[in-house]
């Protein structure tokens, strides 16, 4: 009998091992959004336009205020600790002076209102669900016209003439971390920091007809910002 069922477990057909799960990866690519803080400083003063002499000494003055992200890229995992990625966004800014930048008796409010950025990070993961990295890259901000005001008398009182709105271009570096949500494998929570700095640029100051001063300002910015964001990844390579 022990021999019949031996031979009847041996002709029964094994039951196949499950598959394993999908390694875990980074590599693939995502879109994200999120909210952040930001503050800007720049060096600036007057000078004539044209021909750029100066005219003033050097003033400083700056901004702060929220902002909002959009962006997407893709990353690579080369290695089982390492990654490089490349990425682009888009910040909406609402990054403006409290108080008037005065530059001798003459000041205007401004404000950041947007900025793009595109650039390449490089990944550490110190565990498979964390990445830090490092980044940089390329970017644009966008400050708004700035409507004079003679600031020698109180209330400052305008002057009828203005700076046109204006691109500045640069560079940037940052770092931050993700962190794979356990509940979500495919959203990530992405926290970075970003310095951003802009190359001089000269300004003319314009009356409201359009008719030109033979003025204008020298302002050289930088921009620091600070962003929380989820990130939904989507990978095209397999894994998960």
Same mark, same amino acid.
């Given at each position: 009998?022990?021999?019949?069922?031996?031979?009847?477990?041996? *002709?029964?057909?094994?039951?196949?091992?499950?598959?394993?799960?999908?390694?875990?990866?980074?590599?693939?690519?995502?879109?994200?959004?999120?909210?952040?803080?930001?503050?800007?400083?720049?060096?600036?003063?007057?000078? $004539?336009?044209?021909?750029? #002499?100066?005219?003033?000494?050097?003033?400083?003055?700056g901004g702060e205020g929220?902002?909002?992200? #959009?962006?997407?890229?893709?990353?690579?995992?080369?290695?089982?600790?390492?990654?490089?990625?490349?990425?682009?966004?888009?910040?909406?800014?609402?990054?403006?002076?409290?108080?008037?930048?005065?530059?001798?008796?003459?000041?205007?409010?401004?404000?950041?209102?947007?900025?793009?950025?595109?650039?390449?990070? &490089?990944?550490? &993961?110190?565990?498979?669900?964390? &990445?830090?990295?490092?980044?940089?890259?390329? $970017?644009?901000?966008?400050?708004? /016209?700035? *409507?004079?005001?003679?600031?020698?008398?109180?209330?400052? %009182?305008?002057?009828?003439?203005?700076?046109?709105?204006?691109?500045?271009?640069?560079?940037?570096?940052?770092?931050?971390?993700?962190? /794979? &949500?356990?509940?979500?494998? *495919? #959203?990530?929570?992405?926290?970075?920091?970003?310095? *951003?700095?802009?190359?001089?640029?000269?300004?003319?100051?314009?009356?409201?007809?359009?008719?030109?001063?033979?003025?204008?300002?020298?302002?050289?910015?930088? %921009?620091?910002? #600070? $962003?929380?964001?989820?990130?939904?990844?989507?990978?095209?390579?397999?894994? /998960?």
């Amino acid at each position: 009998m022990g021999g019949i069922a031996n031979a009847a477990d041996m *002709n029964m057909p094994l039951k196949a091992p499950a598959p394993p799960p999908p390694a875990l990866t980074w590599t693939g690519c995502y879109l994200s959004g999120g909210i952040g803080y930001g503050m800007w400083n720049q060096q600036h003063y007057g000078e $004539t336009d044209p021909g750029h #002499v100066p005219l003033t000494n050097t003033f400083t003055s700056g901004g702060e205020g929220w902002l909002g992200r #959009v962006g997407g890229g893709c990353d690579y995992q080369f290695n089982p600790s390492f990654l490089l990625g490349a990425f682009g966004d888009y910040d909406f800014m609402n990054l403006k002076s409290q108080n008037l930048a005065d530059v001798l008796g003459v000041g205007a409010f401004e404000k950041e209102s947007a900025s793009w950025a595109a650039g390449v990070r &490089l990944g550490y &993961l110190p565990y498979p669900e964390l &990445l830090t990295f490092i980044s940089g890259g390329w $970017t644009q901000a966008r400050f708004d /016209r700035q *409507n004079l005001f003679d600031t020698t008398v109180m209330p400052a %009182v305008p002057l009828g003439a203005f700076m046109d709105a204006h691109n500045y271009n640069g560079a940037f570096i940052g770092g931050g971390y993700e962190y /794979r &949500l356990p509940f979500a494998p *495919n #959203v990530t929570w992405k926290t970075e920091y970003r310095y *951003n700095w802009y190359g001089a640029d000269d300004l003319p100051i314009l009356l409201d007809s359009g008719a030109a001063t033979g003025a204008g300002e020298n302002s050289k910015k930088t %921009v620091q910002t #600070v $962003t929380t964001s989820l990130d939904w990844r989507f990978n095209l390579w397999g894994g /998960r």
